[in-house]
């Protein structure tokens, strides 16, 4: 009998998938936690999360651990963020948590535990091939599909992960909860920042970094306002700005670090879209693509520059061995320095990169 740990979060996706791992036939121990805290907040989140976890693990009749990983996270996930807007960069700590927390410290944990597999309820497929070459699929829901937000594992961590719930539809997750009558099967799923949830990001940020006004100027340079937030301002944003008396909608296309200020102006403005990025610190998530590019400098593939973006069509050119450019068929919208480009073949994520 396999033995697999499973991440329980307190969410409904996580919980079906323990339910499915026992019908199954697999020794099944429940994991929570513990990355974030607030311990002023009496709704803290985490707090939250685990009554629920410890609810759904009791009703499956599956053993309950528990571990503290906030310094950790701190220091892998928040400190990058961090960091990240105060060079004037838009960070993905939802990348970075799955790639050094979720499928590294709980892993080696696992490991260390002498658990053959780690699962979770991520909205993605894993599929082995004759050659045990480990390959990262959409899921079957491409409305849910979270395989961007994976575009950092290895085959190692491939290989050792679980997602029991990549042949169902959203739906059908909740339908099954319903039917067993799981004690979490109507929870909301969460959103916002990997373990802290939906949060005000200005004041959050404003724990770390300390605000200062900024200029705020359009395209001809003449001065529309002054925010002391724009050091989380991303390419392409609209909400927060505060510009309420311009006819259109007003967007960031561009940030000046030197000088301390942001551009913004319409959807239409032609600084706002560009067909070509670069991409450093490459990942190849199946290793038979890092071979091929060995051979041949280009690749027809597809793309996406952020998560839920439909395939754009695109030709992968290598410049030398850490350093690729992406050159797409139309021009894309608000492409943000440090956000991640993933490149797909038909419905295989290949491999990763960080725009520069």
């Known amino acids: 009998m396999k033995k697999v740990l499973v991440w329980l979060s307190g969410g409904v996706d996580s919980a079906v998938s323990a339910y499915l791992l026992q019908k199954q036939g697999y020794e099944v121990v429940a994991w929570f936690m513990i990355n974030y805290r607030e311990p002023e907040n009496p709704n803290c989140t985490t707090r939250i999360d685990k009554i629920e976890a410890k609810k759904v693990a009791e009703f499956l009749g599956i053993k309950f651990l528990e571990f503290d990983f906030v310094e950790k996270y701190r220091k892998k996930v928040l400190d990058y963020m961090f960091e990240g807007y105060k060079k004037w960069i838009t960070p993905n700590p939802d990348i970075m948590c799955n790639k050094e927390v979720k499928f590294k410290v709980f892993l080696e944990k696992a490991e260390e535990l002498w658990f053959d597999y780690i699962a979770m309820g991520h909205y993605a497929r894993i599929k082995k091939d004759d050659k045990?070459?480990?390959?990262?699929?959409?899921?079957?829901?491409?409305?849910?599909?979270?395989?961007?937000?994976?575009?950092?594992?290895?085959?190692?961590?491939?290989?050792?992960?679980?997602?029991?719930?990549?042949?169902?539809?959203?739906?059908?997750?909740?339908?099954?909860?319903?039917?067993?009558?799981?004690?979490?099967?109507?929870?909301?799923?969460?959103?916002?920042?990997?373990?802290?949830?939906?949060?005000?990001?200005?004041?959050?940020?404003?724990?770390?970094?300390?605000?200062?006004?900024?200029?705020?100027?359009?395209?001809?340079?003449?001065?529309?306002?002054?925010?002391?937030?724009?050091?989380?301002?991303?390419?392409?944003?609209?909400?927060?700005?505060?510009?309420?008396?311009?006819?259109?909608?007003?967007?960031?296309?561009?940030?000046?670090?030197?000088?301390?200020?942001?551009?913004?102006?319409?959807?239409?403005?032609?600084?706002?879209?560009?067909?070509?990025?670069?991409?450093?610190?490459?990942?190849?998530?199946?290793?038979d693509y890092k071979k091929y590019f060995e051979k041949n400098n280009i690749l027809k593939a597809k793309a996406k520059i952020r998560y839920r973006q439909s395939d754009q069509d695109c030709v992968v050119e290598k410049i030398k061995d850490n350093l690729f450019k992406v050159k797409f068929e139309e021009k894309q919208r608000a492409i943000a320095s440090w956000q991640i480009c993933a490149i797909y073949i038909w419905e295989e994520l290949i491999m990763s990169w960080v725009i520069i």
């Open 132 to 287: 045990w070459i480990f390959h990262l699929l959409k899921w079957i829901d491409q409305n849910k599909d979270q395989s961007y937000f994976l575009a950092w594992l290895n085959q190692k961590q491939l290989s050792r992960s679980l997602f029991p719930i990549w042949h169902l539809q959203k739906s059908e997750v909740r339908k099954i909860a319903l039917e067993i009558w799981l004690p979490n099967a109507t929870r909301k799923d969460s959103q916002g920042i990997c373990f802290v949830w939906k949060v005000n990001m200005a004041e959050f940020l404003e724990k770390k970094i300390k605000p200062k006004p900024w200029l705020v100027k359009d395209t001809s340079w003449k001065i529309l306002w002054e925010h002391k937030w724009v050091y989380y301002y991303t390419i392409g944003q609209r909400k927060g700005l505060n510009i309420w008396w311009q006819s259109e909608p007003i967007f960031v296309v561009k940030k000046d670090i030197e000088k301390n200020e942001i551009i913004v102006w319409t959807a239409s403005d032609l600084e706002l879209y560009s067909d070509k990025l670069e991409m450093t610190e490459i990942n190849f998530l199946n290793p």
